[in-house]
Antibody, heavy 117, light 107 residues
C-alpha cells in the first residue's frame, strides 16, 4: 500500500526558507508525478506544484518565484523549498501522488507549518 | 485561474438522506474535474475523477456527473462517515484549483 509521510520543521521564522520532505513507502517514486498542496483557513486548498520523477516541474504562478521542487529517486523522496516566507504561508502542507499530472490519489497525513518569529 | 464555486457551503442532513453538491467552473473544463472527501483532521480522499469515474475502493453510493461548467456530486444514502467536507478540483488548466468546500453536518 502506497504511503506518504511529510517531514520538516513545524516552525519557520519570517523571511526564512520552508523546507519539507515527503518519503514514499510501498511503491517506487520512479513513476508518476508527485505534488505538494497546502491548506489554510483563509486560502482553502492551494496547489503548490508537482514534479515528474525525471525532474520536470510545474508550479503555481502565485508561488513560482519562491518555490522549488526536487526529487531523490535513490531515497524514494521528493522535497519542497519555499523561500522568503511570511505569516500568509502558515498552513498544513500535504504531499500527494499525482499519477497522471492531474488528480491526487494518495496523500500524506499533512504537516502544520507555522511562520512566526 | 479557473474559479470553482461550490453550493451550498453548508448542508445539514440525516443518515440515509440523498445529498447533492454542485460545483460551477468560471470557464469550461470539459470533464476534467475531481471530487474529494475530507474528514476532520485527515487529508482529502479522492472519490471521483474525470467528473463521473468512481475511484477504486470508493463505495458506490457516491456518484458524479456534469460537463463543461456545471458538475454534481451525489451521495445516494448518507452514512455516518460521510459527515465531512467535500471539495471539487479542476485539472483542465494550470494552476490546478479547488472549490471552497461544502461541509455536510448532522441534522
Amino acid at each position: 500500500q502506497v504511503q506518504l509521510q511529510e517531514s520538516g520543521p513545524g516552525l519557520v521564522k519570517p523571511s526564512e526558507t520552508l523546507s519539507l520532505t515527503c518519503t514514499l513507502s510501498g511503491g517506487s517514486i520512479s513513476s508518476y508525478y508527485w505534488a505538494w498542496i497546502r491548506q489554510s483557513p483563509g486560502r482553502g486548498l492551494e496547489w503548490i506544484g508537482h514534479i515528474y520523477y525525471t525532474g520536470g516541474t510545474d508550479y503555481n504562478p502565485s508561488l513560482k518565484s519562491r518555490v522549488s521542487l526536487s526529487v531523490d529517486t535513490s531515497n524514494n523522496q521528493f522535497s519542497l523549498k519555499l523561500t522568503s516566507v511570511t505569516a500568509a504561508d502558515t498552513a498544513v502542507y500535504y504531499c500527494a501522488r499525482d499519477p497522471y499530472g492531474d488528480f491526487f490519489d494518495f496523500w500524506g497525513q499533512g504537516i502544520l507549518v507555522t511562520v512566526s518569529s | 485561474d479557473i474559479q470553482l464555486t461550490q453550493s451550498p457551503s453548508f448542508l445539514s442532513a440525516s443518515v440515509g438522506d440523498r445529498v447533492t453538491i454542485t460545483c460551477r467552473a468560471s470557464q469550461g473544463i470539459i470533464n476534467f474535474l475531481a471530487w474529494y472527501r475530507q474528514k476532520p483532521g485527515q487529508a482529502p480522499q479522492l472519490l471521483i475523477k474525470s467528473a463521473s469515474t468512481l475511484q477504486s475502493g470508493v463505495p458506490s453510493r457516491f456518484g458524479g456527473s456534469g460537463s463543461g461548467t456545471e458538475f454534481t456530486l451525489t451521495i445516494s444514502s448518507l452514512q455516518p462517515e460521510d459527515f465531512a467536507t467535500y471539495f471539487c478540483q479542476q485539472v483542465n488548466t494550470y494552476p490546478r484549483t479547488f472549490g471552497q468546500g461544502t461541509k455536510v453536518e448532522i441534522k
